[in-house]
């Protein structure tokens, strides 16, 4: 059984740095044709892509959010972080992992498995 | 970016009814389509991928179709449990955008 579990923080200050990790399960993060993304959304509003990264080199990050965000992962972990700098209150929302197939190197295949969420709230 | 856009941004329909949901991609994206539902507290439910692919364990009520800029959704026989909001997301190149949604209510 596959399975993601986003963990992290519910509660960043204003310029402070957000730390969430992916912990994934029936499937390894070695594998090239398979990928994790970092998708969040805000209350009330639709699903809004971040990042996604197939096997270690293979990253590709939101047009007007990549200078904040950095991807990784650690196969040995089965865990993929995604690190977002200078925390703002628009920042607050349910942040999801997902799976993803690739199908080339820039194409891919829907996302068929999610985590729960993890909701993060951005104040001070 | 390629921008989606979704119409009708919500609808109205009753059990038993048949419903489409459009998707327009500002440029083409092949067949690299894929389509959500997504009930209140929960993750987004992948349907549909590769424009027209019913993913594992989705009931063949739902159907996609579509090429190149322009995509349709159909709920075929609307079941009680098909009320939710539905979005769209190209996966033909990065950023891997969604449609803005369409929510579905009960008439």
């Known amino acids: 059984q596959v399975t993601l579990k986003e963990s992290g923080p519910v509660l960043v200050k204003p310029t402070e740095t957000l730390t969430l990790t992916c912990t994934v399960s029936?499937?390894?993060?070695?594998?090239?044709?398979?990928?994790v993304s970092w998708i969040r959304q805000p209350p009330g509003m639709a699903p809004e892509w971040l990042a996604h990264?197939?096997?270690?080199?293979?990253?590709s990050y939101n047009t007007s959010l990549k200078s904040r965000l950095t991807i990784s992962q650690d196969t040995s972990k089965s865990q993929v972080v995604l690190t977002m700098t200078n925390m703002d209150p628009v920042d607050t929302a349910t942040y999801f992992c997902?799976?993803?197939?690739?199908?080339?190197?820039?194409?891919?295949?829907?996302?068929?498995?999610w985590g729960q969420g993890t909701t993060v709230t951005v104040s001070s | 970016d390629i921008q989606m856009t979704q119409s009708p941004s919500s609808l109205s329909a009753s059990v038993g009814d048949t419903v489409t949901i459009t998707c327009r991609a500002r440029?083409?994206?092949?067949?690299?389509l894929n389509w959500f539902q997504q009930k209140p507290r929960e993750a987004p439910k992948l349907l549909i991928y590769?424009?027209?692919t019913l993913q594992s364990g989705v009931p063949s009520r739902f159907s996609g179709s579509g090429s190149g800029t322009d995509f349709t959704l159909t709920i075929t026989g609307l079941q009680p449990e098909d009320f939710a909001t539905y979005y769209c997301?190209?996966?033909?190149?990065?950023?891997?955008?969604f449609g803005q949604g369409t929510r579905l209510e009960i008439k």
């Open positions: 990264i197939v096997s270690d080199d293979e990253k």
């Open positions: 029936g499937f390894s993060l070695s594998n090239d044709k398979m990928g």
């Open positions: 997301q190209q996966s033909y190149t990065a950023p891997l955008d």
């Open positions: 590769a424009g027209s």
């Open positions: 440029q083409t994206i092949g067949s690299f």
């Open positions: 997902a799976r993803i197939h690739k199908y080339t190197i820039t194409t891919f295949n829907g996302m068929d498995v």
